[in-house]
């Protein structure tokens, strides 16, 4: 048992590690030149350009230049080291992923085009039902009939069930269908699919409403949990939806895909700075197991780490 979990961690370090982060090598080739002014400038360049944000990426410069004041002589890897502590503060502790405490247990899944829903959706399920989960997929993306064969192809793969209505078809009447069959069913966790919207478009936030007040009406408190994924390599832009789907839907955290494209990774902290919404998984690829539970200290660790 203790080597099944051992090996776990080994893959999850290694996946995250395996991530081309930029940020460490270029915060050592700074700090082992000569440390002045222009430096301090480059160095709080690299924290924006990292997805930081400005304030941030201000924050850390002071925090490097007071560190470096108090002591000429301390090295980049105890400033690197300083700027992690510093950064995990910003992270909640024991933050669970997915705590099915309630049968059935509803989680739906929004986010802007693209970003990455659909696939996530499949990854968790596939998780889930390794865990001996019975796992229903709802395809309340019923504005192309290519998202409705997507998923059901999924749940095909993993071997799952999965409720879908024909294109063009009322969303929140689809989840209705599909809550009413999770309970004759006996299943464990329900994961809806929705449409990709754009964040400013105001009516299909409010869909968003729709479906949920359709969800509670037949299960307490559905849907028990809200994931927004966001496109990791969309930097800023990320956050922006976040903070827009937030107001209209509360988020109880976030899927951050794409980490594989993307040399920067600060827009993880940024987000947990601003918004505090946690990124509860990461996507590092396309496939079913390029997926795994969100880990801060690991996390800093690629994110400083250095590439060479
Ligand atoms: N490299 C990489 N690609 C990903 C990841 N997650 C999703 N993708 C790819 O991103 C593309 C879009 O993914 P979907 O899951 O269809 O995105 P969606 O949000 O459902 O899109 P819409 O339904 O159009 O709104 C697909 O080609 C996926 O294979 C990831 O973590 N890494
Ligand atoms: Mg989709």
């Known amino acids: 048992m203790l080597g099944f979990f051992k090996s776990k961690l080994k893959k999850i370090s290694k996946s995250l590690s395996t991530i081309k982060f930029t940020l460490g090598d270029k915060i050592r080739r700074i700090l082992s ?111 192309r009939a290519a998202a409705i064969e997507q998923l059901g192809k999924w749940a095909e793969k993993i071997g799952i069930d999965c409720i879908k209505s024909k294109t063009g078809s009322d969303p929140a009447a689809v989840v209705h269908d599909s809550l009413t069959a999770a309970k004759a069913r006996d299943v464990d966790v329900v994961l809806i699919d929705t449409a990709g919207r754009l964040h400013t478009k105001t009516d299909l936030m409010h869909e968003l409403e729709k479906i949920k007040r359709v969800s509670s009406k037949l299960i307490d408190n559905a849907p028990h949990e809200t994931l927004l994924v966001l496109d990791a390599t969309t930097g800023q832009n990320a956050l922006d939806q976040a903070k827009t789907f937030h107001q209209f839907t509360p988020i109880s955290s976030i899927i951050l895909t794409k980490l594989d494209g993307s040399a920067k990774g600060g827009i993880v902290v940024a987000i947990q700075k601003q918004l505090q919404i946690p990124v509860s998984w990461v996507g590092l690829g396309e496939s079913e197991e390029d997926f795994i539970p969100f880990d801060a200290k690991e996390f800093l660790d690629a994110l400083l780490s250095t590439n060479n």
Do not use: C, W
């Open 33 to 143: 030149g000569k440390v002045d002014e222009s430096a301090y400038e480059h160095l709080e360049q690299l924290f924006f350009e990292a997805d930081l944000g400005a304030e941030l990426s201000m924050d850390l410069v002071e925090r490097v230049r007071r560190k470096i004041q108090k002591n000429k002589e301390i090295s980049s890897e105890e400033i690197l080291k300083d700027i992690k502590e510093e950064l995990l503060t910003y992270f909640p502790e024991n933050k669970k992923n997915l705590e099915v405490d309630k049968k059935p247990y509803v989680v739906m899944i929004v986010g802007v085009n693209g970003s990455g829903k659909t696939t996530s959706i499949a990854k968790l399920a596939s998780k889930l039902k390794k865990e001996g989960k019975k796992v229903l997929l709802v395809a309340g993306d019923t504005f």
